[in-house]
């Protein structure tokens, strides 16, 4: 039997996505973010967070999804690995839920246009529902970023 | 018990006691006859190894065990302190230090000393090397006889007595002589001693009662002994034990213990000169002479009345604070909006008040020099030695403060400095004395406050830089061309040894000239906020002046506009603002520039280097700049607005975002928006 885990809920465009509770430290609304020049597009700025300046990052954006304009339902989840904090926007974050570790199935090669190796698998909620359970240190991977952007320049 | 409660409290200890194990060592070299050194390091050694074996770390309290050994000889006079023993003491607090930093890593502190303790133990045994073995061999022959008196007292055992005198009890100094014709000389000391353990209780025996009980004593030995029995009683008992032949019991009082208990190098000698008055005189006044010169040095320096506290409640107190101050900005442009007689005052007064809480927060978080300093003295040791020279580390200002930030960023580049000063700068022996020098050259490692700013130098007395030689390098590594090279002032030229790649040394040591040269030094000074100067004459020596920002983490800077956004640019670097016209900008060879106070300097467009989104300064017929320096260059910055001047608290941009080309950090605004901070030195090429 595998062990209960929470996860937080988020929607980007219409697939569902789920991070661990322990690894997110806040859910904040949008608020105004800094632009930081010289930096990939996906990141968006800094925010002052109750006095810590956190870096925030659009998702969509950094898993090559088409961006979108934030609307009312937007929010920016902050989570912390490895020492870094850093806040994803996501189109929206409306829900715990428990899932069992064992109803994660290892992800297919690319789901919603997302590589695989920032999933960490698939969770089957019910008949129709797909879970999408990120790997927040790959998602986070400072490496592949000055690749990235290496590739602009 | 659960040890890890106490294992912080054991870092902390184990820390200050290596350290100060260090600096007795290193002073102790300096003066090898000083004993009261010894026993600073002895007591050290024993609190250490206490500490260790009560936490259970067995390895770091054999290593201990056996260094103390080789101390308790020396602090009893048994041995004399030779290069040899200081190399493998000094060998031992190394893996000590190895040992400590395990711990800290979470490791179990284990380590194999076995050849350092194999070299201890043979020191111990006295066998460790054939020549010197013969001068600690005829020490202690020598010590018994011509030093009868020196029934001597460590700080320790005076203290007892002391001690025991103001409660009460009788301290007594008895001499016990045992007949010329006993056969068992230990057994009958064994029964004297029984008997005074019976009554009371023997501080010291002259000689060591382990001496005594091996027959290893004349037909004498003195105790220092405390009871409650009267001396006349005293006398009568131990006169009883039989085939003894006469028993002295003296009371003592303060007095007599303030004479014993003094050093016993002064007493040796005393006694010493007028035995052999003829033979050694010099001997005893150079015993005699350094001794009380140095005593108020190892017992002096008070020690301040601290607590400790954890580096991130410092941090956290310094958080807090800087949102307080970002409050305090927001409540001051209320104040001056709302326009309320009362609501100013008050925000004024609490104004005044944060700015003294500002001071004292930020001195909380200033930490003497001295903590990177110490560390010094034992490494220019160690690398004079290796490379066969001789060198004094002068080290002056070590209370002088700086903030913890800066503290735990200069440790390295100091490092790199010094070794380059005893590699590079001090000559070798015999150049130094072929080119009149004294044998020994001198490092001065200073540190002092001026302004806002804290200046350290490092200065030798070596054969300073040789401009053609370092040209000659900087030309053939690619660093300056040769057109260039003539027409470079000195400073200049001397600057060139931190530019990347460069390395003067002939021949690469392991100490310095690895490849990576100093400018590593310069590039985290500058990133520091701070810069490196050097002065040199050829042949006298070289000066390399250090200047740091006091503190790290509330600076004054001007805060700018750029179309919706805000920047703030650190005042520190900023010459002047102005006003200019378009068509005061002028093209020189297609770079923008503009004639400001005589000299045509750049002009650096904000918007371009930052992307601005929504500001072009072409559209405008004015232009508000920004004059920056760096070191001498300047250069004018294009803005849009001047906000003002403003004392901002710098906040890290956070791991994800480093090592963002010309922004240095980012601060808060009283609106609650962050504004990020421009690195002026990153501007100017």
Same mark, same amino acid.
Do not use: W
């Given at each position: 039997m595998g062990e209960d885990l929470k996860v937080i809920v988020f929607a980007l465009g219409n697939e569902e996505y789920g991070v661990e509770v322990d690894k997110v430290r806040t859910i904040e609304r949008m608020c105004p973010i800094t632009r930081v020049p010289k930096t990939p597009a996906f990141i968006k700025g800094v925010i002052n967070l109750r006095g810590v300046v956190v870096p925030v990052i659009d998702l969509r954006g950094r898993f090559g999804l088409p961006e979108t304009e !934030?609307?009312?339902? &937007? %929010?920016?989840?902050?989570?912390?690995?490895?020492?870094?904090?850093?806040?994803?926007i996501v189109d929206s974050a409306n829900d715990v839920i428990d899932i069992n570790t064992d109803s994660i199935d290892s992800p297919p090669e690319v789901v919603g246009g997302i590589k695989a190796k920032y999933l960490r698998g698939v969770a089957k909620l019910g008949e129709e529902r797909l879970l999408i359970m990120l790997n927040l240190a790959e998602v986070l991977n400072r490496s592949e970023i000055i690749q990235i952007?290496?590739?602009?320049? | 018990m659960d040890m890890n409660a106490y294992l912080s409290m054991f870092i902390d200890e184990s820390n200050d006691h290596l350290q100060s194990l260090n600096e007795n060592l290193l002073q102790l070299e300096g003066s090898p006859e000083d004993l009261s050194i010894v026993q600073v390091i002895f007591r050290s050694a024993h609190t250490l190894k206490g500490m260790s074996a009560t936490m259970g770390f067995e390895d770091l309290a054999s290593l201990t065990h056996e260094m103390e050994n080789v101390l308790d000889?020396?602090?009893?006079s048994k041995l004399k302190m030779d290069s040899f023993i200081f190399d493998t003491l000094f060998k031992?607090? $190394?893996?000590?230090? @190895? /040992?400590? =930093?395990?711990?800290?890593? #979470? #490791?179990? @502190? =284990?380590?194999d000393v076995s050849t350092i303790v194999a070299s201890l133990q043979s020191i111990v045994k006295g066998d460790y090397t054939a020549a010197p073995s013969a001068a600690p061999a005829v020490a202690p022959a020598a010590a018994p006889q011509e030093g009868r008196a020196p029934s001597m007292l460590d700080e320790f055992q005076a203290s007892v007595l002391k001690q025991s005198m103001e409660s009460g009890h009788q301290v007594y100094h008895i001499q016990v002589l045992i007949e010329e014709n006993c056969i068992l000389k230990a057994a009958r000391a064994y029964m004297v001693f029984d008997l005074l353990e019976r009554h009371g209780?023997?501080?010291? &025996?002259? !000689? !060591?009662?382990? $001496?005594?009980?091996?027959?290893?004593?004349? %037909? &004498?030995?003195?105790v220092f002994y405390i009871s409650q029995l009267p001396g006349d009683e005293l006398q009568k008992h131990i006169a009883n034990v039989s085939e003894v032949e006469k028993a002295e019991v003296t009371t003592m009082d303060e007095e007599s213990l303030g004479m014993l208990s003094r050093p016993q190098v002064a007493e040796t000698a005393a006694s010493a000169a007028p035995a052999a008055p003829a033979s050694s005189p010099a001997a005893s006044t150079e015993k005699t002479g350094p001794a009380p010169a140095k005593r108020p040095a190892a017992t002096g320096g008070a020690v301040n009345r601290t607590i400790r506290v954890d580096i991130e409640r410092l941090d956290a107190l310094m958080n807090l604070f800087s949102e307080?101050?970002?409050? +305090?900005? +927001?409540? *001051?442009?209320?104040? &001056?909006?709302?326009?309320?007689?009362?609501?100013?005052?008050?925000? *004024?007064h609490m104004t005044r008040v944060s700015s003294d809480l500002q001071n004292i927060v930020l001195k909380l978080r200033m930490v003497p020099v001295d903590s990177v300093f110490n560390r010094f003295p034992r490494m220019v040791r160690d690398v004079a030695k290796s490379l066969d020279k001789k060198v004094d580390l002068i080290i002056t200002g070590a209370e002088t403060e700086l903030d913890r930030t800066v503290i735990d960023e200069i440790g390295d580049p100091l490092v790199h400095l010094l070794r380059n000063s005893v590699d590079h700068g001090v000559e070798s022996i015999e150049k130094r004395i072929a080119a009149g020098k004294p044998e020994t050259g001198t490092v001065h490692l200073r540190a002092y406050h001026s302004g806002n700013h804290v200046f350290i130098e490092i200065e030798d007395d070596g054969s300073g830089i040789n401009r053609e030689r370092v040209l000659g390098i900087a030309i053939k590594n690619g660093v300056v061309t040769a057109?260039?090279?003539?027409?470079?002032?000195?400073?200049?030229?001397? /600057?060139?040894?931190f530019a990347p790649g460069f390395s003067t040394a002939d021949k690469i040591s392991d100490i310095s000239g690895r490849g990576v040269g100093l400018d590593v030094v310069m590039t985290k000074i500058t990133s520091l906020g701070g810069s490196v100067s050097v002065s040199s004459r050829y042949g006298h020596g070289t000066t390399f002046s250090i200047q740091l920002p006091l503190t790290l983490s509330i600076i004054w800077a001007m805060l700018i506009q750029l179309g919706s956004e805000k920047y703030a640019i650190p005042l520190s670097s900023i010459v002047e603002t102005a006003v200019i016209k378009r068509q005061q900008i002028r093209k020189i060879h297609g770079n923008r520039m503009i004639e400001f106070r005589g000299a045509i300097i750049p002009v650096l467009s904000l918007s371009r280097i930052l992307e601005s989104p929504d500001f072009d300064e072409d559209l405008e017929e004015e232009s508000e700049i920004v004059v920056i320096r760096k070191g001498d260059k300047w250069g004018a910055v294009v803005v849009d607005e001047f906000i003002g001047q403003s004392e901002i608290v710098l906040k890290s941009l956070g791991g994800y975002l480093t090592n963002i080309?010309?922004?240095?950090?980012?601060?808060?605004l009283g609106d609650g928006q962050v504004a990020l901070i421009i690195d002026p030195n990153a501007l100017i090429k």
């Open positions: !934030p609307t009312e339902n &937007s %929010r920016i989840i902050i989570v912390a690995v490895n020492e870094l904090e850093v806040g994803f952007e290496g590739l602009e320049e | 000889l020396v602090r009893n031992g607090l $190394d893996a000590l230090e @190895g /040992m400590v =930093q395990d711990i800290v890593g #979470g #490791g179990t @502190g =284990q380590a209780e023997v501080v010291q &025996s002259v !000689p !060591p009662v382990q $001496d005594i009980e091996q027959d290893k004593f004349d %037909r &004498s030995f003195t307080l101050l970002i409050d +305090r900005v +927001r409540l *001051e442009q209320l104040a &001056s909006e709302v326009k309320r007689a009362d609501l100013t005052e008050t925000v *004024e057109d260039k090279a003539a027409s470079l002032t000195d400073e200049e030229v001397y /600057m060139l040894l080309p010309t922004i240095s950090g980012a601060t808060i």
